[in-house]
């Protein structure tokens, strides 16, 4: 349904298609197909319709009422800070980790790291931009004066930059989280090189993040890292951690 055709006509047949096969299932098993497809149409819808409103009370439910910051025994900004000038920065953000707890919690959430940078654009991938129910409702809610977020590609980057804004990106996306081993300090960086080529062309910047311990925030498993890679070519996230 996602991966369709992003026709609301297409969307609301297969839809209904679908209802209709769950109201044909056994008696004793409709409500649990109903359920199901009732699951699926929401979040159909959810990819479907126009941007969500931003808000701010969202940014603030997360930030100050759940502080989710607080689930790591430390989650803070050091380096030079003071250096940074509001507009025309490019942070390239390491390691992803299985969860991007440095980047979630020193970057993304955090409104004082917006008033240094100035506006800001987070780049994420598409997929998880636009056709992820989840991350789609999220980032659109996140937005404000001072952050949104887009897919990293090329026509949201140019943009941004042509704007003057800001930049945070994870250059090495799923291949730097299926390769994460806990303890052993690692990123994927071998062509993923494109952001250099638009921030000489803009006169950007680049200012290069690390967060040290995000390897050590959960276990992972670290074998058939090939086959795994191979699955990341797809945009398939193959990290498998707990903890």
């Known amino acids: 349904l996602v991966a369709g055709p992003p026709s609301n006509l297409y969307r609301t047949g297969l839809c209904a298609a679908i209802s209709a096969m769950a109201m044909a299932a056994?008696?004793?098993?409709?409500?649990w197909a109903l359920a199901a497809a009732g699951s699926v149409s929401v979040l159909t819808y959810l990819v479907s319709v126009g941007s969500w409103a931003r808000s701010e009370r969202f940014f603030k439910f997360i930030t100050q009422t759940l502080r989710g910051r607080d689930y790591y025994a430390a989650a803070e900004l050091r380096g030079a800070i003071d250096k940074v000038r509001p507009g025309r920065n490019f942070f390239a953000c390491h390691?992803?980790?299985?969860?991007?707890?440095?980047?979630?919690?020193?970057?993304?959430?955090?409104?004082?790291?917006?008033?240094?940078?100035?506006?800001?654009?987070?780049l994420i991938d598409p997929g998880l931009r636009w056709k992820n129910p989840f991350f789609r409702l999220v980032c659109d809610l996140y937005a404000g004066h001072l952050r949104y977020s887009?897919?990293?590609?090329?026509?949201?980057?140019?943009?941004?930059?042509?704007?003057?804004?800001?930049l945070a990106l994870i250059p090495g996306g799923f291949e730097d989280a299926t390769i994460m081993a806990t303890g052993v300090e690692r990123t994927a960086l071998r062509k993923r090189q494109g952001f250099v080529k638009y921030c000489l062309q803009e006169g950007y910047p680049i200012t290069p993040v690390y967060t040290f311990g995000e390897?050590?925030?959960?276990?992972?498993?670290?074998?058939?890292?090939?086959a795994r890679l191979w699955f990341n070519k797809y945009k398939i996230p193959m990290a498998i951690f707990w903890g």
């Open 26 to 31: 056994e008696k004793g098993q409709r409500h």
């Open 95 to 122: 390691p992803h980790g299985c969860l991007s707890a440095g980047w979630t919690w020193n970057l993304f959430w955090n409104a004082d790291f917006h008033q240094r940078s100035g506006r800001i654009c987070f």
């Open 150 to 166: 887009a897919g990293a590609e090329k026509k949201e980057i140019i943009e941004a930059m042509k704007r003057g804004e800001s």
């Open 215 to 226: 390897a050590d925030t959960y276990w992972t498993l670290t074998g058939f890292t090939s």
